[in-house]
Each structure stands twice: as structure tokens, then as C-alpha cells.
């Protein structure tokens, strides 16, 4: 297992498109993350799967944010129309709380998304 | 609500020197307090992390030290290289739940 991954590395949309990335978390780690981080900001927090199960939602997310976590494997999160001030770096982090990690993130390098 | 305060946004650091970065934090429900680590282009990863119930951990040059009655914890770096160079995170969460963040201090340690 080569850690999470995620896809693309950089997303460049015209404001108004949909744009969706993808994540793959380590295969024994039963919960997903998604952050956005800003530039000088850290990390915040948008959404998390325990399995399949979307266990919380930001409510800092607007309806136009949807993840999805089918079987419990990889994850998508879709952005529906656009906004420029939705560019940010997009993490992904899988963790396995009763593992030999407890609760410690592993994170993907990220998908930077710039709306134009 | 910021539920993780950390300063100081940058330091500058001698190689050789001891970094340090404080965090305090408002809910008392955390119970698990990482430090991440970001290089430019990559995610946080984890350091080190600590519990409420020790007042320190020291894993090879960095130690976390906490204080609970404050509400505070800090970051020491001890004989800082160049190599440490980064953004570093302060987080807290509390019974299995997501992470909160600080909002990071970017550490530059000069030769």
C-alpha cells in the first residue's frame, strides 16, 4: 500500500463548471476525510466516512459540496458550479482509529483546484 | 470559532537552536493533541501526538509538552536543521472524532 492517493494533482475550471475529485484511502483504514486548506490557513474540515457511512458534514459546506464513499473504498468529492473562491488545495486523509496508527491521519498530497 | 489558537505564525530559527510553537485550545473534550508537519506541495503528516494524561512526550528531537489545567501545549524542537524547514500544524480532537487545526507556523531555520 503506497499511502492515499489522490486524483488529479491540479484542477484548473472555469467558474460555473463542475469539477470532481478522487480520493483512494490506505485499504485498512475505514475513515475518510476531506479538508480544504488556503493558502497560510491550515487544514479545515469539510466532511468524513466512517465506511460508507457519512457520519458529519461541515456547515461551512454549501449544498454545491457533495461526497461520496461507495462500499466504503475510495472517495469522490464533487463541487457543483464553481465559485472563485472555491480554490484551495483539496486534502483527502484516511485513518483507522482501533488501528496501529489510532488516530492519526495519513493525508494524500492534495488536489489543488484554481477557478478562473 | 477557532478552537485551536497557535503562534507564532513564523519563526526564524539558527541551525542548531531550539524551535518552539505554543497552541491553546477551548474545548475540554479534546483528548488527543497531533503536531503535522507540511512540506509545499504535500499533505500535513503526522509528527507527534500526545494525550491529556502526560505532561510530555519526546520522540527523538521533538517533544510535545502539555498542560492541561491552561489549556495549552507547545512544539519543541531541539538542535533545529535546516531540513526541518516547514509549515507546522498544531490539532486537537476528542472521542474518535475529526481533527481540528491550528492555522500553522511556518518555521524557517537558517544555516
Known amino acids: 500500500d503506497t499511502g492515499v492517493s489522490q486524483d488529479p494533482r491540479h484542477k484548473i475550471t472555469k467558474r460555473g463548471q463542475n469539477v470532481t475529485f478522487r480520493c483512494d484511502p490506505i485499504s485498512e483504514h475505514n475513515r475518510l476525510y476531506w479538508y480544504r486548506q488556503t493558502l497560510g490557513q491550515g487544514p479545515e474540515f469539510l466532511t468524513y466516512f466512517q465506511n460508507e457511512a457519512q457520519l458529519e458534514k461541515s456547515r461551512l459546506l454549501s449544498d454545491r459540496f457533495s461526497a461520496e464513499r461507495p462500499k466504503g473504498s475510495f472517495s469522490t468529492l464533487e463541487i457543483q458550479r464553481t465559485e472563485q473562491g472555491d480554490s484551495a488545495m483539496y486534502l483527502c486523509?484516511?485513518?483507522?482509529?482501533?488501528?496501529?496508527?489510532?488516530?492519526?491521519?495519513?493525508f494524500g498530497s492534495g488536489t489543488r483546484l484554481t477557478v478562473v | 470559532q477557532q478552537q485551536v489558537k497557535q503562534s507564532p505564525q513564523s519563526l526564524i530559527v539558527q541551525k542548531g537552536g531550539i524551535s518552539i510553537i505554543n497552541c491553546a485550545y477551548e474545548n475540554t473534550a479534546f483528548d488527543y493533541f497531533p503536531w503535522y508537519q507540511q512540506f509545499p506541495g504535500k499533505g500535513p503528516a503526522l509528527l507527534i501526538a500526545i494525550r491529556p494524561d502526560v505532561s510530555e512526550k519526546k520522540e527523538g528531537r521533538f517533544t510535545i509538552s502539555f498542560n492541561k489545567s491552561a489549556k495549552q501545549f507547545s512544539l519543541h524542537i531541539m538542535d533545529s536543521q535546516p531540513g526541518d524547514s516547514a509549515t507546522y500544524f498544531c490539532a486537537a480532537s476528542g472521542g474518535y472524532q475529526k481533527v481540528t487545526f491550528g492555522t500553522g507556523t511556518k518555521l524557517q531555520v537558517i544555516p
Open positions: 486523509a484516511s485513518s483507522n482509529p482501533h488501528g496501529k496508527e489510532g488516530y492519526g491521519y495519513t
